[in-house]
């Protein structure tokens, strides 16, 4: 009997286990990967500022639109291949990134040199390359849903940085 009730115990440890790994709707916590972002917090904030406060005397194009007719703009990091720096955004004005520079250039370095748009949408600026991985500013602090857009099917963790600030890793990579 003794064996018996130890059994279900350790059966109700391990479902118990199984189901908070498996807990979806919340994102994952690093104390690493906090700390590290930490370090680059104040670039992605003054960035995050600058495209928050485009209108269109910044902005050489229109914005693209999505499927959902709502504002989607997509902003493609300019690179000098040769002296591996940030030296501008597409589609937006040089004069107007001018003070951000420095900023970009740490975000590059914070995404190992695969920083190649900046999108914004209704609600999350996301930091992104044709890596594994992305940051996203949400302005409601929603947890992030999607990894590239809308009903993608791609597979991601998402790590809270905390301050609507998330990291979503591709888990297929």
């Given at each position: 009997m003794k064996k018996f009730v130890i059994s279900i115990l350790l059966i109700c440890i391990c479902l118990l286990i199984l189901k908070c790994n498996f807990k979806i709707d919340k994102p994952v916590v690093s104390i690493e990967k906090i700390e590290e972002f930490n370090?680059?917090?104040?670039?992605?904030?003054?960035?995050?500022?600058?495209?928050?406060s485009i209108n269109g005397d910044n902005v050489e194009e229109k914005a693209i639109l999505n499927e959902e007719n709502k504002e989607r703009?997509?902003?493609?990091?300019?690179?000098?291949?040769?002296?591996?720096?940030?030296?501008?955004?597409?589609?937006?004005?040089?004069?107007?990134?001018?003070?951000?520079?420095?900023?970009?250039?740490q975000i590059n370095d914070y995404l190992k040199n695969d920083f190649e748009f900046i999108e914004f949408?209704?609600?999350?600026?996301?930091?992104?390359?044709?890596?594994?991985?992305?940051?996203?500013?949400?302005?409601?602090?929603?947890?992030?849903?999607?990894y590239f857009y809308k009903d993608d099917t791609t597979k991601f963790t998402v790590y809270d940085l905390g301050d609507k600030w998330y990291l979503l890793?591709?888990?297929?990579r």
């Amino acid at each position: 009997m003794k064996k018996f009730v130890i059994s279900i115990l350790l059966i109700c440890i391990c479902l118990l286990i199984l189901k908070c790994n498996f807990k979806i709707d919340k994102p994952v916590v690093s104390i690493e990967k906090i700390e590290e972002f930490n370090k680059y917090k104040s670039s992605f904030e003054n960035v995050n500022n600058k495209i928050l406060s485009i209108n269109g005397d910044n902005v050489e194009e229109k914005a693209i639109l999505n499927e959902e007719n709502k504002e989607r703009k997509i902003f493609t990091i300019e690179h000098n291949k040769e002296a591996n720096n940030v030296i501008g955004i597409l589609r937006i004005k040089d004069d107007y990134v001018e003070d951000v520079l420095n900023e970009l250039n740490q975000i590059n370095d914070y995404l190992k040199n695969d920083f190649e748009f900046i999108e914004f949408s209704t609600d999350r600026i996301s930091y992104e390359g044709n890596g594994n991985h992305i940051i996203v500013y949400s302005q409601s602090g929603k947890i992030p849903n999607y990894y590239f857009y809308k009903d993608d099917t791609t597979k991601f963790t998402v790590y809270d940085l905390g301050d609507k600030w998330y990291l979503l890793i591709n888990d297929i990579r």
